[in-house]
Structure formats: structure tokens, C-alpha cells
């Protein structure tokens, strides 16, 4: 499969099952595409240009790096080993986020936090299932965890006491408002994070649209006076400010914009998932705008870059030399099965995304049970039995998508969220321009 496309100004072709990318003129795309769709219209005429330009397909397509075929992948099997697990450290939240899917926090129960016992009883679940996996990792998540950081802290404790001898070595981040966030916490996570994401969705406007308070007051100056003091003190260390996107602010790129203004060098903003009756939900409707703003972005976030001003953005960061290996492309973040959710009474779930329902629930970390089916389904509905998601350029990029998002709002977990393939696939190409030109700046061919 080849995938043509143009954009910031270029021309691109992509191999999709060699990963190749080759910058090309537009009679090169017009050639390419005929032998896409012998159908397609091309130029009549067939000048000696013509002919090299076809030498050169011929040579690639030879080389194995255009029109490869699509290799036989193996058949996803359930191996039962968890890497990865992501404690819902409480049910509850200091802020009121309008599109917030857990429900404030609550993930639509009561308020609720996990004892210290009960995150030590997790770590010792994802050692026993972690089989000959050395390195493991826990993500602090909520509600809001700075809310109950006597579990936090318990947590790192007892998983530093017990690492060594279980022959594991484990990675901690921690997903915060910020609202809380004091000196001797980033100090404390600046010692034992490997990473820490801090919510902040752009201009103050937009933050305080949809990110109160419990007594309905914006939070933006608090939230960026505290991440700001955060990623000074932070140094070369691992963090994301991450926001959230919406219909309000569909002008999106100067949220990411003005995040970076305020001195963040590390930047995602996710476009929001809701139902289509919400009115912040986007909607088909809504995707032309939203991919305008991806490619608006991308041409200041090359300029800045340039410039030498410090900034990723999540989205764009594709390596298109060293790429995740071929089996990893096929599965995406391992939700359900790799990677599971402990909520605050020990209840084990596909990922934090399922906490609080009922038909979701595999275990307790707690009594020790543990129902393999939910993740043996996980496990072997990867990108290879979704049907659509094979006939997709992006595939490889996606993985199939948000397994979540998937069941909630696109009926089943083989479905895809539409809107979120759409804006997936802008961003891929996005990010793929951006690592030509930039390639072709530093010297070289891509």
C-alpha cells in the first residue's frame, strides 16, 4: 500500500509496510497513483522524463521500500504477563472538568481513595504477572492523586523495598491538575518520577471555560503558577503538560502555542471524546477545521524549532528511522492486557478508561482473584482483526486506536472512533512532513 499526500506545501509518498517515505514532484505523485488506480487520470503524453521517473519506481518497488506487500502477521496470542499498571489512587477531584469522562473524578460512584494496603497488594499482582519482565511501570492516576499521596508514597516505598530481590526494576509517573501541586512535592517527584504529566488546556479562557473548581472558579492562574515553578525545577527530566481540546476551542493550535509562550517545552493536547449530543463533543462536521489547525501548527512548531526554542509536541513525535518494532505496531498501548487499572478498593479493569463498571471488572488485587477472559479478548482483538483498520494507510501509527474509545462510541471494540481516525491521520502526516524538512535542514535525505 502507498499512501500520496501533500502537506506544508510538499509532496509526499509513503510506503506503508516499509515505512519508507520519499519526497516527491507532482508528475512522480501522478505516476505513482496510476499504478495505485490504473483508473486514475493521468497526463496523456509520456516524455523521456517519464521514462527515468518510472526506472526509479521500478528500482524502489525492486528494493522492496515501494509497493511491499504486506507481510504475514503472526495471530495475537494471550501470554498473561502484565507490564504495566495505571492505580486510580482515589475517586474524587478538586476540580469540576465539564468534559471530564470520570465523572469529577468519581468515576460515577462515591468519593473513594486506595489505601496504602491495597496499593501494596497492587504491586505485589503486577510482580507475580510481570513473568520474565524486568522493567514495570506504575502510573499514578485519578481523580486527582494528590489527593491521597500517603498511597502514592507507600506505593514507591514498597515497590523500592521489594525490586531488587524480585529482580524488577519499576518507572513511576504521576497525572496531576497541578491545583495541590507544592514545593516538596516536585521535589519528591522530581527524586522518583520517571515522568509526570500536568493538566493545562492552553489560554486561560479556554482553561477556565471547562477546568473549575468546586466552588465554580477557574483554575488557570493556580494550575499554571505551579506547573510553571514544576517544569523550571524539573531540568532535563521527563514531563507533558497535557490539555484537552473540545468544540469551544476548535482554534486549538493557539492553545499549543500558548502553552509553549509560557515556557513548556513538552506539550500534548488531545482532542476530547464525548457523546455526540454534548455540545463540547466534535463531530465529523468539525474535522476539516480541526486538520487546518494540525497543519497550522506544524508550520510554527517547525519555525520555533528552528529558532531554537525548546518544543515537542506529543503528536509529532514520529521516529520515521526507528520506529516501535513490528509486533508493538501491532497493538498499541496493550489495554486489557499488558496493561490494566487497579481502582481505589482493588478492583482490577482493562485500563483506567472501564473503572467503575461492572461488566469491565477482571479481578480484585486484593483477594487475589483473577478472570483471564476480559484480557484474552483484549489480547487477541489487535489491529490485525479489525477490519477496517487494515485497509488504513495509518495502521501502523494508530494500532487500531483507543480500545475504549472504540466500544463507547463506535459500538464495539473492532469498530473505529471515525473522528479519531480522522484526526490520527492528519497528525501522522503532519508529523511525517515535519520529519523530512527538518531532516533535510540538518543535511541528509530522508
Not at 486527582?144 to 498511597?151: I, K, Q, R, S, Y
Not at 510553571?228 to 497535557?242: I, L, T, W
Request: charged residues 30%.
Amino acid at each position: 500500500m502507498v499512501h500520496l499526500f501533500e502537506c506544508l506545501d510538499r509532496r509526499f509518498a509513503l510506503d506503508v509496510e516499509s515505512g519508507s517515505l520519499f519526497e516527491i514532484d507532482g508528475r512522480t505523485a501522478e505516476l505513482i497513483n496510476k499504478r495505485i488506480s490504473p483508473v486514475a487520470d493521468a497526463r496523456g503524453d509520456f516524455s523521456n522524463e517519464d521514462a527515468e521517473i518510472e526506472r526509479e519506481i521500478d528500482l524502489l518497488v525492486s528494493r522492496g521500500v515501494l509497493f511491499s506487500p504486506e507481510p504475514e502477521h503472526p495471530q495475537p496470542v494471550y501470554k498473561g504477563i502484565v507490564k504495566a499498571l495505571c492505580l486510580n489512587i482515589t475517586h474524587g477531584c478538586n476540580l469540576r472538568c465539564t468534559y471530564c469522562f470520570a465523572g469529577d473524578g468519581k468515576y460515577h460512584g462515591k468519593d473513594e481513595i486506595m489505601s496504602a494496603e491495597t496499593a501494596k497488594c497492587a504491586v505485589d499482582f503486577l510482580i507475580g504477572k510481570s513473568g520474565p519482565r524486568r522493567r514495570l511501570e506504575i502510573d499514578f492516576f485519578g481523580g486527582e492523586p494528590l489527593l491521597d499521596m500517603e498511597a502514592v508514597r507507600a506505593t514507591v516505598d514498597y515497590a523500592r523495598s521489594v525490586e531488587k530481590q524480585a529482580g524488577k526494576e519499576f518507572r513511576f509517573t504521576i497525572t496531576t491538575n497541578a491545583l495541590a501541586l507544592t514545593d516538596e512535592l516536585i521535589d519528591y517527584f522530581n527524586r522518583e518520577m520517571y515522568n509526570v504529566v500536568i493538566s493545562v488546556d492552553g489560554r486561560r479562557e479556554v482553561h477556565d471555560r471547562v477546568r473549575k473548581d468546586a466552588a465554580g472558579r477557574g483554575s488557570y492562574d493556580r494550575v499554571l503558577a505551579n506547573a510553571r515553578r514544576f517544569a523550571e525545577r524539573r531540568g532535563d527530566k521527563s514531563y507533558y503538560v497535557r490539555g484537552t481540546f473540545t468544540a469551544a476551542n476548535k482554534d486549538f493550535a493557539a492553545d499549543v502555542l500558548a502553552l509553549n509562550d509560557c515556557g513548556f517545552g513538552q506539550i500534548s493536547l488531545e482532542p476530547v471524546v464525548l457523546p455526540d449530543d454534548d455540545p463540547l463533543a466534535l463531530r465529523m462536521s468539525d474535522v476539516e477545521e480541526l486538520c487546518r489547525q494540525y497543519e497550522l501548527l506544524a508550520r510554527e512548531y517547525i519555525k520555533r524549532r528552528a529558532e531554537g526554542r525548546e518544543f515537542g509536541f506529543f503528536h509529532f513525535n514520529i521516529d520515521i528511522y526507528h520506529g516501535p518494532c513490528a509486533s508493538k505496531r501491532l497493538v498499541g498501548c496493550n489495554a486489557g492486557d499488558e496493561y490494566l487499572a487497579i481502582a481505589p478498593n482493588g478492583n482490577i479493569y482493562p485500563c483506567h478508561r472501564f473503572d467503575g463498571m461492572s461488566d469491565y471488572v477482571i479481578g480484585n488485587v486484593c483477594d487475589g482473584t483473577f478472570d483471564d477472559r476480559l484480557p484474552r479478548m483484549f489480547a487477541t482483538t489487535n489491529m490485525t482483526k479489525k477490519e477496517e483498520c487494515g485497509e488504513c494507510w495509518a495502521k501502523y501509527y494508530c494500532s487500531g486506536g483507543c480500545a475504549a474509545n472504540s466500544i463507547f462510541f463506535a459500538g464495539g471494540i473492532k469498530k473505529p472512533y471515525k473522528v479519531g481516525c480522522e484526526l490520527m491521520r492528519k497528525r501522522v502526516e503532519c508529523a511525517l512532513a515535519i520529519a523530512a524538512i527538518e531532516k533535510e535542514r540538518g543535511g541528509g535525505e530522508i
